[in-house]
């Protein structure tokens, strides 16, 4: 069964400063992956998706993520955080177009 | 375009009622998916509908039921209400490809709370 891994519950940066946030993932089979955002009182909203098409995948609002197999990892990174970036990220992982797995999701502070 | 809407906001009842949960999808989409989010517990999957027919289940007991209407709206039912199911309760859709996994877009939730 597919997993996701989100290390670290909670990350702090400096406004302006590089933002990365971990997942890893496990399967036997390569995944999609997805990250997805949520503000407080909101759902969730989709910063980004790998599919296959290309490693490097650009996102809204200036997040990228890079698929690694060798790493079966797919961090999400943004060079320049602000402090409208606080809130709770999610990575995901599907296989086709059944259920989501979620990680447990990574708490975002700014500081400014 | 209007995303995927959910109603109630918020819904409060006691134990044992039953709660009715509502979701319309993004114009287009047919497959309808239901996560519960609970304290401490993460995002967990629900149920997923598409055509009108439950594809999956998530490990959830029987009181939890839902089914999609021919607009590809949806409903969550849960009986029999317990503490433990005070969540906030997400709807996502998705259209349906055959080569490559769509996104799932996220209504705002419904925030059950049971008393």
């Known amino acids: 069964a597919q997993s996701v891994t989100q290390l670290g519950s909670h990350v702090s940066v400096s406004e302006g400063a590089l933002v990365l946030l971990r997942c890893n993932y496990s399967?036997?089979?390569?995944?999609?992956l997805f990250w997805y955002v949520q503000y407080p009182n909101q759902g969730l909203q989709l910063l980004l998706k790998?599919?296959?098409?290309?490693?490097l995948v650009k996102g809204i609002n200036g997040f990228e993520a890079e698929f690694k197999k060798s790493e079966t990892s797919f961090h999400l990174t943004k060079p320049s955080a602000h402090m409208s970036d606080a809130a709770e990220y999610f990575c995901?992982?599907?296989?086709?177009?059944?259920?989501?797995?979620f990680g447990t999701g990574t708490r975002l502070t700014i500081i400014p | 375009e209007a995303g995927v809407t959910q109603s109630p906001t918020h819904l409060i009842k006691t134990r044992g009622q039953q709660a009715t949960l509502r979701c319309s999808p993004i114009?287009?989409?047919?497959?309808v998916y239901w996560y519960q989010q609970a304290l401490g517990l993460g995002l967990q999957f629900l149920l997923w509908?598409?055509?009108?027919?439950?594809?999956n289940r998530g490990n959830f007991p029987p009181r939890f039921s839902g089914r999609q209407f021919p607009n590809y709206s949806s409903e969550l039912n849960v009986n029999a209400l317990e503490l433990e199911d005070s969540a906030l309760y997400l709807c996502?859709?998705?259209?349906?490809?055959?080569?490559?996994?769509?996104?799932?877009?996220f209504g705002d939730g419904t925030r059950l709370s049971i008393l």
């Open positions: 996502a859709s998705s259209s349906v490809w055959d080569s490559e996994a769509q996104p799932q877009h």
């Open positions: 399967s036997s089979v390569p995944p999609y």
């Open positions: 790998y599919t296959s098409a290309a490693t």
């Open positions: 995901a992982v599907s296989f086709g177009n059944e259920k989501l797995t």
């Open positions: 114009s287009g989409h047919t497959s």
């Open positions: 509908y598409d055509e009108g027919e439950e594809r």
